[in-house]
Each structure stands twice: as structure tokens, then as C-alpha cells.
DNA sequence: TAAATATTGTTAAAAAAATAACATATCCTA
DNA sequence: TAGGATATGTTATTTTTTTAACAATATTTA
């Protein structure tokens, strides 16, 4: 593979993902191959996409049979980096925070759970998912030891910023952070957001559609502009 | 406003939750107007695509002034339905269920977290965010008895379809699904599927673009094909 | 082995989305 | 009150994304 892969398009990226959970399952049933048909069945994405989808990464299909499952399984997780072992800590274990620490999702994508930390006294000392909750005061400290790729932020919005600019300081180059507004890092640092209510508020868009179209909208809302 | 909103465009639709949660914090500094240039600067998104974006919903600006901060964030809210009152369930109150009752996202975006349900008899009667877990077998008894708008599916991989079926046969119309694969519901109930793991997935790819780019793919998953 | 069938990978066309440009309107200052 | 500055809303342009079409090729059937 000669072409240059250096920023794969967010919009493919964002079918990776889906495309990983089917041929997951696929896998596991008693298919060898799948063709880009079947796979739009599943997906809900048209079969013409999903064919460019994968030819921007390689040819990986045979022709009059299609995808073999489990090749193209691994294809996916190569891409994605699964195969690649990454070690990931936990800031925050708040109710959100301990459901993450629960997160089955990890290992098959590659990630290890090393550490969770939390401000909390009360908190300190438990064990979560056979993981000891340790001090945030130990953050420096457990980061100069131990070499880790990547951190899960889970801690108040108040705290969001400052506890970032600890992770960047201490050489994180990674972040999962569920804070409700975006945090500031250097260019050299990946930020994946995460609104946990995203899909709440989609679900309610939706929901709200039928009702925005009976009425005139403005009425609703005459901000008394000007 | 005339135009018909049947369908908001899933790109807008998406940007939509982003400027909810930069309003929101604006709301509470001390500026009145924000210029679509300053929002662009919070958000990464341009500030022509801002513009397009609201004026795609009416005509909410200010000639040399911007937005009416408090107006706008109210509009968003009309346009996102968070003004009208839904009352929601829970189904699954394992741990990523708990963290969602415990979620406070949910009554500034008028959801009334009105019932959490689980299958586990040592879960039952525990109360959670003041709510005591009832019994999945009181499911169709609570939902004839209560009008509930939405309900938040957090079971098992496994029960996930058996559980959204039970939902819809119930009358159910829109579920936040976290099962891993889509569940097939009736054309006229919604679904919003959230993958947990897909801020993982992303951040995983990103973090291996440059790999990827080093080495010639291809060898690594030569899948023995043909 | 030849014809019919299936399905890819790719090219061409269409549609959607983002950006740029700008006319217009309002505000501010002198 | 005239002129400069600001920032919207919209139109035009460019770019990206999706869909459609199809040639190429492997498989299956007769």
C-alpha cells in the first residue's frame, strides 16, 4: 500500500467502528465470506460506500464471493490500531468514571485499564475492576514510572482544564475526555470529546420534529430582539 | 418560519449539541452578544458554516453586534426540544446503566428520569438517584400505567433485541440504545445508537496514523487470501 | 468448456456540504 | 450626520461525499 494514509477522512473513520461491531459478530457465525451487499444490509450504509469505503485502505475483496470475514475483520483492526498495545489510565471515578473502569471494550481494541485515579479521600483505596483507586497526588509521580498512552477524563467539569493541563504536563499525548465543553492542549496532543448526552439530544431533536413543523416557530420564541 | 424542518440534516443535527454547550457556558459570563467569528473560534467550526447553520432555522442575528447570546441558546433549545417535557426509562442497571441514572444531562434537556428497571433480583429494590429499581417483569405493567416518552437501553449485548421488542410492544417510541450492534425496531420508533467505545476506536486510529504510515501495510495482514 | 451469474474495484455523475465572497444593515465616532 | 467599522445572511464557488454505472474477473452450472 503506497497511498498515504496520513489523515484518513473523519467521515470514514467514523463508519470504522460499525463496521468492526458486524464483522465482529459475523465472525462468530458460521459465514466465511460477506459481500459489501450483505454488509449494507447490516449497516445501513449503501453497498457502493462501503466498497469505496475499504478499497481507500487496500483490495481486500474477491470477486463473486466477497469480503472473507475474518481477513477483513483483522484488516479493520490493523487500521484501527487494535493490534497495537496501548496502555490507558482513568482520571475521575466518579458513577461515570467506574462504569468506564467496568468498560469490557478495552482489551479487544487493544487498550489495558493500568491506573484510576481520583481526588475523592472516600474513594481512595477502593478497588474497582481489580484496580486499586489511587490519589490524584500521585498522577506526576505514577506517569514518570510507568509509560502509558492515553488518558480517560472523567473528573467534574471544574476540574476538566487543570486536570488536563496535568496530563499534557506529565506527557500524556492522548485523551478521551467526557468534559461537557471542550479542553485546550498543545497541537501535538489528540483529543477525542466525548458528550456523553449527544444521544439524548438527538433523540430529542428527532422526537421534537413532528411538533416544530405544525408550528410557526417564531412565535415560540420572540426574543423581544432589538 | 415557512421552511419545512422535516428533516434537519444529520450534519447540522450534530453541530447542534456543540453550540448548546458553548452557549450554555457564555450564557454565564458577562457578554450579552457572541459574533459567529467567536463561535467559530470555541467550536473549530467556521464561522460561515455557523452562519449557514442558524440561518438554516431562521434569522437569529444582529448586523454588527452577532447573536443574542441567552436568545440564541433559547432558540437551540426550541430547536432541540429540551423545552417540551419527555419522561424517560431506564432498562439495565448495571454499571454503565447506574452511571446514567446518576447523569445530570437530563432535566436541562426536559427529560424526567421516571424509572429504572433491571432483571437482577440482588439489583431490585436498591434505590439509585432516588429511584428504586423495579422489577423488568413490572415493565409492561409500569408503561400502561405511565406515559413514558423514551426509554435508555443499557442491558446486556444478549437481551438487547428480546428487551427492545418487549419496549416497542409496549409502545415505546424512541430509544437511546448501548447495545453494540443495531437492534431492529418498527419504522416508527427511533432509535439513537451510541457505541461506548467509539471515542476509543477514534483515538486509537489517530494514534496509530503515523505507524501506519511507515511501514508497507499490506505485509502486516496478508491474510493468506484465495 | 462455454454461458450465465455474482460481486468486486473503479470511474463517472450527482448530491451534499463547506468555504469564500459580498451586499446589506447596523453601530460607533467624530 | 457622514464615514468607517463590524458582522450578518445569502449567493456563488469549491470541495467533499455519495450514488450509480460498469468493466473486469472469478465462480458456478450445464
Redesign the pocket.
Known amino acids: 500500500m503506497t497511498k498515504d494514509l496520513y489523515s484518513i477522512?473523519?467521515?470514514?473513520m467514523s463508519?470504522l467502528p460499525v463496521y468492526y461491531q458486524h464483522l465482529k459478530k459475523l465472525k462468530e457465525s458460521n459465514k466465511t465470506?460477506?459481500?459489501?451487499?450483505?454488509?449494507a444490509k447490516l449497516t445501513g450504509?449503501?453497498?457502493?460506500?462501503?466498497?469505496?469505503?475499504?478499497?481507500y485502505f487496500?483490495?481486500?475483496?474477491?470477486?463473486?464471493?466477497?469480503?472473507d470475514i475474518f481477513c477483513l475483520f483483522q484488516q479493520i483492526r490493523i487500521i484501527m490500531g487494535f493490534n497495537y498495545n496501548k496502555k490507558i489510565i482513568l482520571i475521575g471515578a466518579g458513577h461515570l468514571g467506574q462504569a468506564l473502569a467496568y468498560n469490557k471494550g478495552y482489551i479487544e481494541r487493544g487498550y489495558k485499564l493500568t491506573a484510576v485515579f481520583d481526588k475523592n479521600p472516600k474513594l481512595i483505596g477502593l478497588v474497582i475492576n481489580d484496580l486499586e483507586i489511587k490519589s490524584i497526588s500521585d498522577l506526576e509521580n505514577y506517569l514518570s514510572e510507568n509509560k502509558v498512552d492515553a488518558a480517560i477524563l472523567t473528573v467534574p467539569e471544574a476540574a476538566a482544564q487543570k486536570t488536563a493541563d496535568r496530563l499534557v504536563a506529565a506527557g500524556i499525548k492522548a485523551i478521551w475526555s467526557f468534559a461537557e465543553v471542550p479542553i485546550k492542549v498543545p497541537a501535538d496532543v489528540l483529543v477525542e470529546e466525548q458528550l456523553i448526552n449527544e444521544g439524548l439530544c438527538k433523540l430529542s431533536v428527532k422526537m421534537n420534529q413532528p411538533r416544530i413543523n405544525k408550528s410557526e416557530v417564531e412565535e415560540d420564541f420572540d426574543c423581544e430582539q432589538?
Not at 58 to 67: A, P
Open positions: 477522512p473523519d467521515i470514514i463508519r465470506y460477506v459481500s459489501s451487499e450483505e454488509l450504509f449503501s453497498s457502493s460506500l462501503i466498497r469505496k469505503d475499504l478499497s487496500g483490495t481486500f475483496g474477491r470477486k463473486s464471493y466477497g469480503y432589538k
